[in-house]
C-alpha cells in the first residue's frame, strides 16, 4: 500500500511549517501545541512561539508567567507548563534518552520527535494514523508518518471517510464502509474547562482580586500550577513552583 500512498502524499500532503526543520525542540514545541489543538490554529501559533523563543534555551530562560502568557487561546494551559518544564530540563541536561521522561511527553509525542528530529525507525501513531492503519489493515514504514496522518487527517476521517479520493481504496478491505460516530467531547460553551480558560485568560492580562474570581476555577489552576495565590492576589507564577 505504500507505493500507492506515497505518491498520493508527494502530491497532496500538507505544507506543514514544522516539516521543514529537523530541530527536536521545534518538533517538540509543535507535538505539544497540537496535542490538543487544530492544525490550522497550531500554525500561527507556532511560528509566532518559534519568533519568541528560538531555541530551547531561550525558552528556558522565560519566566513560567511569560509562556503562560503566549499560551493563551491554544487551550489546555498545563502543556505550556509542561514545555516549560521539558525545555528547562533539556537546556540543563541535554536531551534524555528516554524522552518520556519530560513532562507532558507521552508515548506518541516521544515517538514523533525521535522520528522527525532524530530521524529514527519508529512509526509515531496518532489517532489518524491508527485510524488508516485499522481500516487499510496495511504494513507501512516509519518514513510513511507524514502520509499516513495526512490521510488520516484528510481523507480518511473519522466519521465520513472519503474513500472515493483514497489512493488506497483499491487495495483497502475498508472501502465504503462508515463506522458509528465515537462520542463527541461535551461542549466547552459553559463548562468548566470555559470558566478556567477565561479565569486564566482574566489573570494573564493583569493580577486580580480573588474575590472577583470564580473560586473555584482558581483553586484549580492553582493546583495545576498555572497561577499562584498571595494575600487574596491572583497572579501568573513568575517562577514555577519547586525551581
Ligand atoms: S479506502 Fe476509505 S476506509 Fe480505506 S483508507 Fe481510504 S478513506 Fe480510509
New binding site residues.
Partial sequence: MESLLMPWFESSGRDLPWRATHDPYAILVSEVMLQQTQVERVVPRYLAWLERWPTVESLAGATAADVIREWQGLGYNRRALNLHRSARRVAAQGWPDDLTELSGVGPYTAAAVRRFAFGEDVLPIDVNVER?LR??KGRFFPRAAEALMDLGAT??IART???EA?P??RA?P??DIREAPARKQGPFEGSFRQQRAATLRAVAESARVLGDLDHEAVRSLERDGLVVVEEGVVALPIRERGS
Avoid: G
Fill in positions: 488508516v481500516r487499510t481523507v480518511c471517510p472519503r474513500c483514497c488506497l481504496s483497502c475498508s472501502r
